[in-house]
């Protein structure tokens, strides 16, 4: 260190604190370069105290910002002073970067111009160097470090219609430079805040953490990314949270210095989006609380069908996991045997992309399994299937109970078609006996008549006429019991059914029937016709019984003073328009309808019916002699042969009996099938 040849310097420079600017006194004691006195503007600018800094060095007092990047500041006028020493003449530093702290110790951006020249003893050596620094940081900035962003705006003016969100604030006062259309529409501000600083212009950004945001950019030259990032910005008057998609880039005045002079942001308005986004989760929060609600279970899947959630029925029937539940899908708890069915089932609507339904049975977490309907449906966006959305709803009761009445449907069928056969078998057994018992009794009878004719020819010439009246009496009753004997026999015959069945020429048949009949024909001069009969296929000897038993009963129940009219008709019909109702499947079948009507004495309509039963008459045995048996006999003859009968009759009209036949006995036969 120099020896320094002054009593007291402080004493000395104390006029020189009064010097207006920042200026300072220091020793050529390099690299110490000892500071001897200090203006009053160089105390206030750096905040410093006389006391604290004087005898002390220079750089010392103002160590350079070891943050700015360039490590050369303090060489720079430490090389000037030099400057100044060596050549006894005062030296200029062009503007340059030195970094001052504030009251809290932060460095603040500043920039200066230097100037130091000798003060020199009578020796003529440099004693003193004044130094003296202007502050040019605004001018600095202004000058050099806001071409960039000027430019940006004279020569790319598209900027400010950009679709996004451009601006430019510079230096410690976020002093709006630029800023688009975009953002001062985002900002609900017009152009009036260009030049103002940020915070003054939109002060509710203020608490909003952005000024750190932008210190912290400005200062460590690293940018910062937000996303859906929110602002409460007052827009017409009111404050509105706009979000959005930013960066904040620090703008270099000078790229290798790394002067960092001020920040860029550009970005997006995504209010619309992040709302928009908000209300899917809102509304998707809900959906999954509704479904929290359901009594069933109730499930979502993607596209592909795979399950994405599954409601809190899911987990408390199941007792699985989410992970287990999401991972391994609803088929886990599929019982078994219903695996295969219900997977095709489900196989096929996810390929068709149609609802998909079937009833399967689920392991409850107590092991057990209930039975399940399950249904899915798909869900469309622009046709395309984006989910699926399903339920399985618990049946087990109702499938209980549905099996239960399978069971007594099948075993009530079980018990119904014993009671049918049981039927069946006693009826054979009735026919049976009724056969046997006519057969038995003819004999005894054709004896009783046999004898008692003898009898009474061996003794009628010793009778009196009231004993031949008792023999006559005798004679009708055995001819009657003949007579009824003989009609049981052939209605046993009938039941029995026919096993011949052969090709019939109908006329041919009614002819002889006809001619059997001749007799009575004539007493009672009946007028009988009939045509176009058809030729088809059944039993002769059933026919003949069947038109034996129509025409003598025309003839029978005849008005007795009018002579019997009867008439034979046949059609061709299909069991559609017949006039009958017939089972749906007879409905396309042809038929013949052969009518036999006659304009006899008829009968109530109401009574058509059970005139077809065993033993029914309707009319006194003393005016018409009968058994009640010939028409259940023509009623087993036409159900033999596959038909139907019905009687249509108005008293004292006359009566017709239609018959349906079949055309052919097989259908495949049928001509008009
Ligand atoms: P029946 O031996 O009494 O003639 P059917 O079984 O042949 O027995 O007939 C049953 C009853 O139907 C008859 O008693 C009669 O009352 C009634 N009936 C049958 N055919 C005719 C007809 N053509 N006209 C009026 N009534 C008839």
Wanted: with cysteine.
């Amino acid at each position: 260190m120099k020896a320094v040849a002054t009593p007291d310097p402080l004493e000395e420079f104390k006029a020189f604190e009064t010097t207006p600017g920042v200026n300072v006194i220091v020793l050529p004691d390099a690299p110490t370069f000892t500071l001897v006195a200090a203006s009053n503007d160089f105390l206030s600018l750096t905040g410093l105290r006389k006391e604290d800094i004087l005898h002390r060095g220079l750089f010392v007092c103002l160590p350079q910002n070891p943050n700015d990047g360039i490590s050369t500041r303090e060489q720079n006028i430490k090389g000037s002073f030099e400057s100044v020493i060596k050549n006894k003449l005062s030296h200029e530093l062009p503007s340059q970067r030195y970094d001052i702290r504030d009251s809290h110790g932060n460095f603040l951006l500043r920039y200066w111009k230097y100037k130091s020249f000798p003060l020199l003893d009578i020796n003529g050596d440099v004693a003193y160097i004044v130094h003296n620094a202007t502050n040019i940081t605004d001018d600095a900035i202004a000058e050099k470090n806001f071409e960039g962003p000027k430019n940006l705006e004279k020569d790319y003016r598209f900027l400010t219609k950009a679709p996004v969100i451009i601006g430019y604030v510079r230096g410690e006062e976020y002093i709006i430079d630029f800023a688009n259309e975009g953002l001062l529409e985002a900002w609900g501000r017009d152009k009036s805040v260009i030049g103002k600083p940020l915070f003054t212009a939109i002060p509710e950004l203020e608490d909003q953490g952005t000024r750190g945001l932008l210190d912290h950019v400005r200062t460590t030259g690293k940018p910062f990314y937000a996303y859906g990032f929110p602002l409460l910005l007052n827009r017409s008057g009111r404050l509105e949270t706009i979000y959005f998609d930013f960066v904040y880039q620090p703008f270099f005045q000078d790229e290798a210095e790394q002067i960092v002079s001020g920040v860029f942001s550009v970005g997006h308005d995504v209010t619309a989006q992040v709302l928009a986004k908000k209300e899917i989760e809102s509304t998707e929060k809900k959906w999954k609380e509704l479904a929290d609600l359901m009594p069933a279970i109730v499930w979502r899947g993607d596209a592909e069908g795979k399950i994405n959630f599954l409601n809190k029925r899911w987990y408390e029937f199941t007792g699985l996991s989410e992970d287990a539940s999401i991972n391994f899908g609803w088929t886990q708890v599929v019982h078994p045997d219903d695996i295969e069915a219900s997977l095709a089932i489900w196989n096929e609507s996810l390929s068709k992309g149609q609802f998909y339904q079937s009833e399967l049975r689920y392991k409850h977490h107590d092991n057990s399994f209930r039975w399940m309907i399950a249904r899915a449906i798909p869900i469309r966006q622009d046709g395309v299937i984006t989910s699926w959305y399903g339920t399985s709803s618990d049946i087990q009761e109702h499938k209980q109970l549905e099996l239960l009445l399978e069971e007594s449907v099948r075993k009530r069928t079980l018990q119904l078609e014993k009671s049918l056969s049981d039927l069946k078998y006693a009826h054979a057994n009735l026919e049976e006996f009724s056969y046997a018992a006519s057969h038995d009794l003819s004999e005894p009878v054709r004896k009783f008549q046999f004898y008692s004719n003898r009898l009474k020819e061996e003794l009628k010439h010793i009778l009196d006429e009231k004993q031949i009246k008792f023999f006559t009496r005798l004679e009708q009753s055995a001819n009657r019991m003949q007579n009824l004997i003989q009609n049981l026999l052939e209605y046993s015959h009938a039941s029995k059914g026919s096993q011949i069945f052969e090709e019939i020429h109908l006329e041919t048949l009614l002819s002889s029937v006809l001619e059997d009949l001749e007799l009575i024909i004539r007493q009672k001069k009946a007028v009988i016709s009939f045509e176009n009969l058809p030729t088809l296929t059944g039993s002769i000897r059933q026919l003949q019984q069947l038109f034996q038993n129509l025409v003598s009963n025309a003839l029978k129940y005849c008005k007795a003073d009018v002579a019997p009219e009867i008439n034979v008709v046949s059609s061709i019909t299909t069991g559609k328009t017949c006039g009958k109702d017939l089972a749906d499947d007879l409905t396309n079948r042809s038929f013949y309808l052969i009518k036999v009507s006659d304009n006899g004495i008829g009968f109530n309509q109401e009574d058509a019916e059970k005139i077809f039963k065993v033993f029914t008459r309707l009319h006194s045995s003393d005016t018409y002699s009968g058994s009640g048996i010939g028409l259940s006999i023509v009623w087993k003859v036409v159900e033999s042969h596959n038909g139907f009968i019905w009687a249509d009759s108005e008293p004292a009209v006359g009566s017709t009996f239609s018959i349906l036949l079949p055309v052919s006995q097989q259908s495949e036969n049928d001509p008009l099938q």
